[in-house]
């Protein structure tokens, strides 16, 4: 098995897939970058919750995906913005809408992962992360 170079893309990929897929829920290998991700999606209603599970390597997230009424996910995309080989960073006066405000950006800042409309909110810039809709 190979390392993986960008564990948020493979985050957002195996939340992405299983929610097309009608999972009830999907595990992914924990970090602390990934945890507060999926903070962010339970917070902002795009996951029913999560549950951090301790092993003996590095810990398990599972995801609880929501749906709506006709089964449709609630989640329809993630995107990766920023990426390894190209960041992507957005002053306080330019964070980016997304979808006019029905989806979010996740933004890293100093202090801390923070959706857009607390950066806005604070007035805070930062790197962002990817996109929620």
Known sequence: MSAITD???????????????GHEQVEIPGSRLKLEIVKILAQ?????GYQFIQDDKQGIIRVFLKYGGKREPV?????????????????????PRVMNGMGIAILTTHRGLLPDRECRRQRIGGEVICHVW
Do not use: M
Not at 7 to 21: F, H, K, M
Not at 44 to 48: A, D, I, P, Q, T
Not at 75 to 95: F, H, M, W
């Open 75 to 95: 989640l329809t995309n993630l995107q990766r913005v920023s990426k390894p080989g190209l960041r992507v960073y957005a002053p306080a006066d330019r964070i």
């Open 44 to 48: 902002e209603k795009f996951v029913r």
């Open 7 to 21: 564990p948020v893309a493979d985050l957002l990929t195996r939340i992405r897939n299983a929610s097309r897929a």
